[in-house]
């Protein structure tokens, strides 16, 4: 069993910088690939980054590649999320989730934890 509890999220003007960290329970956290989605009011939850369970494969959306960097510590079973230059269309509700490398890349449903979220706004 493993628990996720995202933290990190907040109020930003356009062009600032937020750092979202997943906090894992459970001591097989290392073995899971983890993922960021987030869901904006009134759309489908979507795809933000993975990583594998090593750290060493990464994907990214298109719409966040090359602002957003998402890394991993299994010593301290965290994930994180460095998020760049925000644009007002980044702001959502941001959750992790772990899975294997297929559910979080292209089968989120299937992933086998989720955490509650945590709200990204950005201002214009």
């Known amino acids: 069993q493993v628990q996720l509890v995202e933290s990190g999220g907040g109020l930003v003007q356009a062009g600032g910088s937020l750092r979202l960290s997943c906090a894992a329970s459970?001591?097989?956290?290392?073995?899971?690939?983890m993922g960021w989605f987030r869901q904006a009011p009134g759309k489908e939850r979507e795809f933000v980054a993975a990583i594998s369970w090593r750290g060493i494969s990464k994907y990214y959306a298109d719409s966040v590649k090359g602002r957003f960097t998402i890394s991993r510590d299994n010593a301290k079973n965290t994930v994180y999320l460095q998020m760049n230059s925000l644009k007002p269309e980044d702001t959502a509700v941001y959750y992790c989730a772990a899975g294997s490398w297929e559910t979080i890349t292209t089968m989120p449903t299937l992933n086998d934890y989720w955490g509650r979220g945590t709200q990204v706004t950005v201002s214009s």
């Open positions: 459970g001591r097989t956290f290392s073995s899971y690939a």
